[in-house]
């Protein structure tokens, strides 16, 4: 069956998270992606290990459909295979530290040489210019340098961390993005080109209403913030204040539990309905939240009133009755909730699978939905399993090639 991707072959050098959660979308885009890895294997395949020698979940989980092989870069016979599968590739993607590949002898200006075709797609920390290229980079120094820590908790504690991964995962989205782009620009020009994401750009990115409001703070105090503002020079920690037009937060229900929350937009348009349903005329007539911009001033007393509202209900309830007067919400979903939420489960976004080593196991489905693009999820290879595979439908080697290298040291330490 004809896939997206049907046709695009990717040479995926990347590790650990951010490049891999790129490759394996592409890959359930339909692309054969031929995992590229040193003899000892990608670095995650030991790392957080619940079952005895079975490659972890961290790795299993973002490297679904591909194909594994091994190549020694530092032998010649290896770094042989990996010229003649830069031929017969249309993307070469990689995430090592900078300099890695030129090292190799391997930068963007050879690999374009060798394939004028190709597109080079490389993730760095904080690119390839400017003071910050030379620093490492982690999920949580990306998270801190482009200003989501610094705008994520409450005024009155530390920064915090996201549980989204936005410096890893969200910039593997941006590179995919950047891939299909010059993919397209290949049908018209002929040529590839080097595509760069930096995880430090791409946070920003993800950040971009928050430097919306760093400039509404130069002319205005933010009336939808529950903090006051007032003499701010930067877009400050908001906890669960909505940050948008309506005001938005998190509301406690029974039982109370530690995620027996329910987030509530407080639209406008809905607030005759939930003010009738939680106070009847008397809340309608109360000045205090007649507008939204009395709302605004006194949404310490709405949000008091509101908790008291849903300390009432389970989060689900609560769910049921807000939907009925058309109140937008949604109750907070821990990862036991979601893994077994049958909205979740008819979506196919949280997949049963089966590996030869560990069992069964669950992934993340594909987020991405196209009417005509149907990928079964595939487990994520073991180590070299698809070596000679790969040697042998792509590059037509023989067996006595393959041996040949593999006893010059090709694929081994």
């Known amino acids: 069956m004809d896939k997206a991707l049907s046709g695009i072959r990717i040479l995926d050098m990347t590790h650990v998270q951010a490049g891999p959660t790129s490759s394996q979308l592409l890959a359930w885009l339909g692309a054969d ?59 070469l993607m990689e995430n ?41 980079a982690y999920e949580n120094v990306a998270q801190a340098m482009g200003g989501s820590m610094s705008t994520t908790g409450f005024d009155d504690g530390p920064p915090l961390v996201t549980g989204a991964q936005i410096g890893d995962s969200g910039t593997g989205l941006h590179l995919a993005i950047g891939i299909l ?9 002929g040529k590839g080109q080097y595509v760069e994401v930096a995880m430090m750009d791409s946070v920003m990115n993800l950040c971009r209403v928050k430097f919306r409001d760093h400039q509404r703070l130069t002319r205005q105090v933010l009336s939808e913030y529950s903090i006051d503002t007032t003499g701010r020079h930067a877009t400050p920690r908001s906890g669960n204040d909505s940050g ?3 005001l938005g937060n998190a509301v406690k229900c029974k039982p109370g539990g530690p995620n027996d929350y329910i987030y509530v ?24 939240f007649s507008t939204i911009g009395e709302r605004r001033k006194n949404q310490a007393a709405m949000w008091a009133m509101l908790n008291d509202f849903a300390s009432k209900y389970d989060k689900r309830e609560l769910m049921a009755l807000l939907n009925e007067i058309d109140v937008p919400c949604g109750p907070i979903m821990s990862t036991e909730d ?24 669950y992934n993340v489905g594909m987020p991405i ?21 790969v040697l042998e439908e792509v590059l037509g080697w023989d067996k006595s090639r393959i041996e040949a290298h593999r006893s010059a040291g090709a694929f081994s330490k």
């Open 33 to 91: 992606v031929i995992k590229l890895e040193n003899p000892s294997g990608d670095i995650t395949r030991g790392q957080l290990r619940d079952v005895p020698n079975a490659d972890s979940l961290y790795f299993t989980m973002l490297n679904c459909n591909k194909r594994s092989i091994t190549a020694n870069m530092k032998n010649p016979a290896g770094k042989e295979v990996f010229i003649e599968l830069l031929k017969k590739c249309d993307v």
């Open 96 to 136: 090592f530290g900078p300099g890695v590949l030129d090292r190799f002898g391997f930068g963007w200006d050879k690999v374009h040489q060798i394939n004028p075709k190709i597109v080079m797609a490389s993730i760095k920390g904080f690119g390839s210019s400017g003071p910050y290229a030379e620093f490492k």
């Open 181 to 189: 782009a010059a993919l397209q620009a290949r049908v018209r020009t």
């Open 244 to 246: 948008g037009g309506q």
């Open 265 to 288: 937009v407080v639209q406008e348009a809905v607030w005759e309905n939930l003010a009738r349903r939680m106070g009847g005329d008397a809340l309608l007539q109360d000045a205090r």
């Open 338 to 361: 979601l893994a077994n939420d049958e909205h979740v489960q008819l979506r196919n976004m949280y997949v049963e699978l089966d590996h030869p080593v560990r069992g069964t196991w």
């Open 369 to 389: 939905k196209l009417s005509d693009n149907h990928v079964d999820m595939v487990r994520a290879p073991l180590l070299g399993e698809h070596t000679d595979q």
